[in-house]
Nanobody, 115 residues
Framework: AQVVESGGGLVQAGGSLRISCTASGLTFNQYTMAWFREGPGKEREFVASHVHKDGSTYYADSVKGRFTISRDIAKNTVYLQMNNLKLEDTAVYYC?????????WGQGTQVTVSS
């Protein structure tokens, strides 16, 4: 099983970007899907999650109101829509699939916000 991120890139501050994570080899609707990020010189931190059991979503305070996580079960894909991007959002964004039994991480996708 694996998860693969895509859609990262360079965007100006105040702009928007949507990144994607597609899962394969696992039963997608049995996994909570989450996004984490690692900024330059920083530790990996939680960004957002979408719980498979009830569809609940959770966000870090730093992105609340700007980022939206969503899931397309038909495509085995989870998205992170990022609006009003700030310089401090620059990071490698990682997708994480979590179940009661195992977890999978992607290789990450770079998001760079420029002034």
């Amino acid at each position: 099983a694996q998860v693969v991120e895509s859609g990262g890139g360079l965007v100006q501050a105040g702009g928007s970007l949507r990144i994607s994570c597609t899962a394969s080899g696992l039963t997608f609707n049995q996994y909570t899907m989450a996004w984490f990020r690692e900024g330059p010189g920083k530790e990996r931190e939680f960004v957002a999650s979408h719980v498979h059991k009830d569809g609940s979503t959770y966000y870090a305070d730093s992105v609340k109101g700007r980022f939206t996580i969503s899931r397309d079960i038909a495509k085995n894909t989870v998205y992170l829509q990022m609006n009003n991007l700030k310089l401090e959002d620059t990071a490698v964004y990682y997708c994480n699939a979590i179940s009661d039994y195992d977890t999978f991480w992607g290789q990450g996708t770079q998001v760079t916000v420029s002034s």
